[in-house]
């Protein structure tokens, strides 16, 4: 692992704790901020693909899919703007869906430090299989209160982003030895 790598997971995984602990802390207003953000950024990127669409209209190879792809995301953004609730709604499905792929790939790490000899590998996978179960609650659970769920995630994503601080700085360590 070089320097580039590890100052990259370092801040990926300071992240993961700030930010879980203010989603933690203030579920409501993370929910209300991640649905508005989301609304105005697919509401921005359909405005330039329809923009797109008229500046370079007589090019068919390049914007024919652009006028359909830009309408599309101005209508996903300005319901994101217009029924927050709606698509708070599904949150726990889309919270659940990351958390299944975050605990797959903490497993996979996992696995990668029992091959290095690494002793407690298996602290390391329990926790992700934790990180799978709950993601798995919220997949087969989606109606789930929404602050319950933001809550749950914001300590799943710091305890997330404590894990792979130790992992970072096990693996380093590891390969400082070798």
């Given at each position: ?19 879980g602990i203010v989603v933690t802390l203030n579920p409501e207003a993370s929910s209300n901020l991640l649905c508005r953000g989301i609304g105005i950024g697919a509401l ?77 590998w298996s602290l390391i996978a329990m926790v992700a299989g934790l990180i799978m179960f709950f993601g798995l609650c919220f997949v087969m659970q989606p109606g789930m ?34």
């Amino acid at each position: 692992m070089n320097k580039k790598e590890l100052v990259s997971q370092l801040i990926t995984a300071v992240a993961y704790i700030a930010v879980g602990i203010v989603v933690t802390l203030n579920p409501e207003a993370s929910s209300n901020l991640l649905c508005r953000g989301i609304g105005i950024g697919a509401l921005a990127y359909g405005a330039f693909c329809i923009l797109f669409y008229f500046i370079r209209r007589g090019d068919d190879d390049i914007s024919r899919f652009t006028l359909p792809v830009g309408i599309a995301f101005a209508a996903v953004g300005a319901f994101c703007l217009i029924a927050p609730r709606v698509v708070l709604s599904i949150l726990p499905l889309m919270f659940g869906i990351v958390l299944l792929i975050d605990g797959a790939g903490k497993l996979g790490r996992a696995l990668e430090l029992r091959r290095m000899g690494f002793a407690r590998w298996s602290l390391i996978a329990m926790v992700a299989g934790l990180i799978m179960f709950f993601g798995l609650c919220f997949v087969m659970q989606p109606g789930m209160a929404v602050d319950m769920v933001a809550r749950l995630f914001g300590a799943l994503l710091a305890a997330d982003g404590a894990i792979e601080l130790y992992f970072t700085f096990r693996v380093y360590r590891l390969n400082k030895d070798r």
